[in-house]
T-cell receptor, first 108, second 113 residues
Framework: RKEVEQDPGPFNVPEGATVAFNCTYSNSASQSFFWYRQDCRKEPKLLMSVYSSGNEDGRFTAQLNRASQYISLLIRDSKLSDSATYLCVVQLPYKLSFGAGTTVTVRA | EAQVTQNPRYLITVTGKKLTVTCSQNMNHEYMSWYRQDPGLGLRQIYYSMNVEVTDKGDVPEGYKVSRKEKRNFPLILESPSPNQTSLYFC????????????FGNGTRLTVT
């Protein structure tokens, strides 16, 4: 079983729509959680951390459910520039485990 | 400008011909790591280094070597490349005490024929 699993998508949504997707992790000892964004096979970049109480960063909302071992990302009012692959990242001691990514395409 | 620099960006080689992908960071980071990215598999860690002269295997170390003689450099060595090492490779570094944010290089797209 993979340490981190994501629905690969793609999620094709119109501008202005809301899109949400989840990521599940297998190791209950996972300490911290993050979403990274990757554009067209370029280097991944940190989008946001995910806190237990849930957190927002502008149009992005992240949630963590430790009991069910999943995290989620919701994007409101989608922009064309949100088209990317979103990587779920789980931190264990001295190691980050990456999901394979969820691809989101926002169309005009 | 704070950055992680990888070279080359693109490399096509033949089976068995030794190659080195260089990685250098100018942020005085102690932690450095190499990943490979393949479709459907995500980023998988090859090797990592907590500090100079300290390296350890990641999840997929077979066929790779690394060295950390200086804090800023962390080269990836393929002694005898094989076609299954065709992949997109990323070097990354981070500050001491935390793995995040992980600063990535631009990537090296390697093709082994």
């Amino acid at each position: 079983r993979k340490e981190v699993e994501q629905d690969p998508g793609p999620f094709n949504v119109p501008e202005g729509a809301t899109v949400a997707f989840n990521c599940t992790y297998s190791n209950s000892a996972s300490q911290s959680f993050f979403w990274y964004r990757q554009d067209c096979r370029k280097e991944p970049k940190l989008l946001m951390s995910v806190y237990s109480s849930g957190n927002e960063d502008g149009r992005f909302t992240a949630q963590l459910n430790r009991a069910s071992q999943y995290i989620s990302l919701l994007i409101r009012d989608s922009k064309l520039s949100d088209s990317a692959t979103y990587l779920c990242v789980v931190q264990l001691p001295y190691k980050l485990s990456f999901g394979a990514g969820t691809t989101v395409t926002v169309r005009a | 400008e704070a950055q992680v620099t990888q070279n080359p960006r693109y490399l096509i080689t033949v089976t068995g011909k030794k190659l080195t992908v260089t990685c250098s960071q100018n942020m005085n980071h102690e932690y450095m790591s190499w990943y490979r990215q393949d479709p459907g598999l995500g980023l998988r860690q090859i090797y990592y280094s907590m500090n100079v002269e300290v390296t350890d295997k990641g999840d997929v170390p077979e066929g790779y070597k690394v060295s950390r003689k200086e804090k800023r450099n962390f080269p990836l060595i393929l002694e005898s490349p094989s076609p299954n090492q065709t992949s997109l490779y990323f070097c990354a570094s981070s500050s001491p005490g935390t793995l995040v944010p992980l600063h990535f290089g631009n990537g090296t797209r390697l093709t082994v024929t």
